[in-house]
């Protein structure tokens, strides 16, 4: 059993509402586990006080572009890769997704 777990599921209001079930499902199989969620910081309030959510880590998309973004990038890839999570299930099926999964340093990864 994965002892840590990292949700990707950064984007999209009803496709983060969608992916809920699926985490509550992760979490009443893996009790113990350590689950982390990247997502993008307007829908973060949408997991604030959900039980089955251990971590938020924030994806700042919006930070990412223009002059300047890579300072401002690095800092967080360098909070991405102390992640290290046992397992990163990927919910978005996106490359960027499929980029922060492999960022994170997972041992294995479930798009």
Do not use: Y
């Not at 997991?47 to 930070?63: A, C, K, M, T």
């Not at 299930?89 to 479930?110: M, P, T």
């Amino acid at each position: 059993m994965p002892s840590k777990i990292l949700i990707i599921k950064p984007s999209s209001l009803g496709d983060v509402v969608h992916t809920l079930p699926a985490v509550a499902a992760i979490r009443d199989a893996n009790p113990d586990a350590e689950i982390t969620w990247v997502i993008n910081p307007e829908w973060a309030p949408l997991l604030r006080g959900n039980r089955d959510i251990d971590h938020v880590h924030l994806f700042p998309r919006g930070e990412f572009r223009g002059f300047g973004a890579p300072a401002r990038l690095l800092p967080w890839i360098r909070e991405t890769r102390r992640l290290r999570p046992d397992v990163a299930l990927d919910f978005q099926g996106l490359f960027r997704s499929a980029l922060i999964a492999r960022i994170s340093g997972a041992k294995q990864f479930w798009e």
